[in-house]
T-cell receptor, first 109, second 115 residues
């Protein structure tokens, strides 16, 4: 089945620094979704990308879907302590929503 | 209901006992997923339901695990003869369906501890 790898596994930044997580697949993806899981919480949907080269923004978050639809990135500008959590990419097929390995973000003052 | 509801929220059980975990999806959502998340790890796919049928059971780790869904609503995940390695948070998610792929809404999860 489809597998998506995320890098880095963990990143620790100081508040105000930028952060980027990358999601990579060896196969073409029909779509990519991004979720955020706060510590002790459950994954919460952030966004879905379906078009080649698509870029979407949500305030300080910028999401990109690669031209070849094999990779995606989530970039956070000027991180805040509220950004702490694990960010997962996911891709859906007819029978499964497969999640990436996740990137855990720690933000300190 | 307003969201995906899972019960119990916490379950401590003795090794060898059976447990049943329940998921109430959002009304009208035909797709339902079960995932397992060990501490500090990612989401491990277990099973997917479209309506009441389970076209993809490929993630169930052993024959001790089974799941069913009735009335295109409630789903139960049953683990027989629990082992310590079954300790994890079990997350349920639902979505509208695959004809128009949309976001998955997660429940709060059931934290299972096998002692």
């Amino acid at each position: 089945g489809q597998q998506v790898m995320q890098i880095p596994q963990y990143q620790h930044v100081q508040e105000g620094e930028d952060f980027t997580t990358y999601c990579n697949s060896s196969t073409t993806l029909s779509n990519i979704q991004w979720y955020k899981q706060r510590p002790g919480g459950h994954p919460v949907f952030l966004i879905q990308l379906v078009k080649s080269g698509e870029v979407k923004k949500q305030k300080r978050l910028t999401f990109q879907f690669g031209e070849a639809k094999k990779n995606s990135s989530l970039h956070i500008t000027a991180t805040q302590t509220t950004d702490v959590g694990t960010y997962f990419c996911a891709t859906g097929t007819a029978s499964k929503l497969t999640f990436g390995t996740g990137t855990r973000l720690q933000v300190t003052l | 209901g307003a969201g995906v509801s899972q019960s119990p929220s916490n379950k401590v059980t003795e090794k060898g006992k059976d447990v049943e975990l329940r998921c109430d999806p959002i009304s009208g959502h035909t797709a339902l997923y079960w995932y397992r998340q060990r501490l500090g790890q990612g989401l491990e796919f277990l099973i997917y339901f479209q309506g009441n049928s389970a076209p993809d059971k490929s993630g169930l780790p052993s024959d001790r695990f089974s799941a069913e869904r009735t009335g295109e609503s409630v789903s139960t995940l049953t683990i027989q003869r629990t082992q310590q390695e079954d300790s994890a948070v079990y997350l349920c998610a639902s979505s509208l369906g695959v004809s128009s792929f949309t976001e998955a809404f997660f429940g709060q999860g059931t934290r299972l501890t096998v002692v």
